[in-house]
């Protein structure tokens, strides 16, 4: 939603940040927006199946996402951005023969 001093707008864009949906409500609306609510873009299938995965879910998607809570929850944990694993620590197999312990 876009506001100016005269109109309100209501339109999707996809932006990478609210500036960059900022700078399109300029755009298109030709005006500088006085106020604009940016909200987070839904979650693709994929992402929404792998998060009620994640959460363990035993119902199937379509019943998680009608549940009151759960289809917050499922969505919320969709949007967050994947976590990546973190390497090994390396082991210094000549610090542990020569019994150096930090």
């Known amino acids: 939603m876009v506001r100016t001093a005269a109109t309100t707008l209501?339109?999707?864009?996809?932006?990478?940040?609210?500036?960059?949906?900022?700078e399109a409500a300029a755009h298109k609306q030709g005006e500088t927006p006085c106020a604009i609510s940016v909200r987070p873009a839904e979650p693709d299938r994929?992402?929404?199946?792998?998060?009620?995965?994640?959460?363990?879910?035993?119902?199937?998607?379509?019943?998680?996402l009608s549940h009151p809570t759960l289809g917050v929850a499922?969505?919320?944990?969709?949007?967050?951005?994947?976590?990546?694993?973190s390497s090994p620590q390396q082991i210094d197999f000549k610090s542990l023969a020569a019994n150096d312990r930090d």
Do not use: H, M
């Open 10 to 22: 209501t339109y999707q864009t996809k932006a990478a940040s609210s500036i960059e949906a900022y």
């Open 74 to 85: 499922v969505r919320t944990y969709a949007r967050k951005p994947p976590r990546r694993k």
């Open 46 to 64: 994929a992402s929404l199946e792998a998060a009620r995965k994640a959460l363990r879910i035993a119902a199937p998607l379509e019943t998680a």
